[in-house]
T-cell receptor, first 110, second 115 residues
Framework: EDKVVQSPLSLVVHEGDTVTLNCSYEVTNFRSLLWYKQEKKAPTFLFML????IEKKSGRLSSILDKKELSSILNITATQTGDSAIYLC??????????FGKGTRLLVKP | EAQVTQNPRYLITVTGKKLTVTCSQN?????MSWYRQDPGLGLRQIYYSMNVEVTDKGDVPEGYKVSRKEKRNFPLILESPSPNQTSLYFC??????????????FGPGTRLTVL
C-alpha cells in the first residue's frame, strides 16, 4: 500500500530560525513529489520534485529529493511569522492518484 | 481570474438526505480531484478524473459518487450522507494528470456537517 509519512507532526520555532521538514514515501512507480503550504484555507503549491528535478529553491524555501532514501526535505531559512502554516507533502501514487502525508504544523513565534 | 470554485462553502444537513457539492474550474484543466481533510488524518483522495467521462477511485471512495460530463465541472454526490462524512472537502484541478504540469490548484473548500 502506498504511504507518505511526514515528520515532525508539529514544530514551534522563533523568527529567524531555520527549519527542516521531512517527508518519506513508499509508492509503487514513483513519478513526482509535491509540497504544499496550507494556511487557514486551501493548500497552495510550493514545489514539485521528480527524478529529473531533485532540487528546487524559491526565496527562503528550498526542497531536495533523495531518491535513494525515498524521502524529501523542505527547508525554510530565516523563518517569519507568515511561514506559520501546515506543510503538506504528496506523492503520485498508483494510476493517477495522489497520496498526501498528514502534514507538519509549523508555528513561528515572534 | 483562473480559479477553482466550490459550492456551497458551508453545509449542514441530516443523515440520509442526498446532496451535491459542485466544483468548477476555468483553466481548461484535464485532471480534477476530490479530497476530504480530517484532523489527524490529513488530506485523503476520494475520486479523481483524468478527463471527460474518465473517473477512478482514490483512497476513500465509499459513500461518494462523481461524474465528469463536462471538462470544467466535477460534482461530488453523497447519495445518503452519514455523520462520518462530516469533513472539510476540497476540489482540485491540474492541467494534466501527469508530467511536469500536474501541480494541483485547490478550491476554497466546503465544510460539511451531517447530523
Amino acid at each position: 500500500e502506498d504511504k507518505v509519512v511526514q515528520s515532525p507532526l508539529s514544530l514551534v520555532v522563533h523568527e529567524g530560525d531555520t527549519v527542516t521538514l521531512n517527508c518519506s514515501y513508499e509508492v509503487t512507480n514513483f513519478r513526482s513529489l509535491l509540497w504544499y503550504k496550507q494556511e487557514k484555507k486551501a493548500p497552495t503549491f510550493l514545489f514539485m520534485l521528480t527524478s529529473s528535478g531533485i532540487e528546487k529553491k524559491s526565496g527562503r524555501l528550498s526542497s531536495i529529493l533523495d531518491k535513494k532514501e525515498l524521502s524529501s526535505i523542505l527547508n525554510i531559512t530565516a523563518t517569519q511569522t507568515g511561514d506559520s502554516a501546515i506543510y503538506l507533502c504528496a506523492v503520485k501514487g498508483q494510476g493517477f492518484s495522489f497520496i498526501f502525508g498528514k502534514g507538519t504544523r509549523l508555528l513561528v513565534k515572534p | 481570474e483562473a480559479q477553482v470554485t466550490q459550492n456551497p462553502r458551508y453545509l449542514i444537513t441530516v443523515t440520509g438526505k442526498k446532496l451535491t457539492v459542485t466544483c468548477s474550474q476555468n483553466m481548461n484543466h484535464e485532471y480534477m480531484s476530490w479530497y476530504r481533510q480530517d484532523p489527524g488524518l490529513g488530506l485523503r483522495q476520494i475520486y479523481y478524473s483524468m478527463n471527460v467521462e474518465v473517473t477512478d477511485k482514490g483512497d476513500v471512495p465509499e459513500g461518494y459518487k462523481v461524474s465528469r460530463k463536462e471538462k470544467r465541472n466535477f460534482p461530488l454526490i453523497l447519495e445518503s450522507p452519514s455523520p462520518n462524512q462530516t469533513s472539510l472537502y476540497f476540489c482540485a484541478s491540474s492541467l494534466y494528470p501527469s508530467g511536469q504540469l500536474n501541480e494541483q490548484f485547490f478550491g476554497p473548500g466546503t465544510r460539511l456537517t451531517v447530523l
